[in-house]
């Protein structure tokens, strides 16, 4: 039925089969729909995570039906309470700090196969991700350290267990030590 062979696709697939330009909640809604019957409910993003990706595909977003959406949504959540504020990527040792946090968390969520924590907790780290990308794009006096904080997020989501271990060698690196110096707690 879909030609996708990942979600990303579908996603792309499910929007122009809908033959839209602009993308708001009956659309939104639609695509969950399909991405919860082809990966499972837990695969669902935000969204504003598939927003955003409609977006970058050159869609038309109604902004306001989409933040309806959200925000109907995190007042469900029972775990924004821990997410919120959990992320912060300020500077890379304010990030590393949030990153160990986020590690206990996802430990913690998996010990009590809470996979629903986990997806948002993913969800999460995978929209502060896009956030230092962005935010390495715009701001040229941050650019390396935006960089950096991007793909220690891209690091940690792949492999979240062996995350502390890769940025312990990764900062103790001579290009990290020449980029940023030797500034940042241990």
């Known amino acids: 039925m879909w030609a996708a062979r990942n979600k990303v696709d579908l996603i792309v697939e499910v929007w122009e089969r809908l033959d839209c330009e602009s993308i708001g909640r009956a659309e939104i809604e639609a695509i969950e729909m399909v991405v919860a019957e082809q990966y499972g409910k837990a695969a669902v993003d935000s969204p504003m995570v598939i927003a955003r990706l409609l977006a970058d595909e050159g869609a038309q977003l109604r902004h306001s039906e989409i933040m309806a959406l959200y925000v109907e949504r995190a007042s469900d959540r029972p775990h924004a309470a821990q997410l919120r504020n959990l992320i912060r990527i300020d500077d890379l040792d304010t990030t590393r700090n949030s990153l160990r946090e986020m590690t206990n968390l996802l430990k913690r969520y998996k010990s009590d196969g809470n996979k629903e924590g986990i997806a948002h907790l993913m969800d999460a780290a995978r929209s502060t991700r896009k956030e230092a990308l962005a935010r390495a794009e715009r701001s040229s ?22 995350f502390s271990s890769w940025v312990d060698v990764r900062v103790n690196s001579e290009d990290f030590k020449r980029r940023f110096g030797s500034g940042i707690d241990k």
């Open 141 to 162: 006096a941050k650019t390396d350290m935006n960089s950096e904080i991007a793909e220690w997020l891209r690091v940690w989501l792949e492999t979240p267990e062996i």
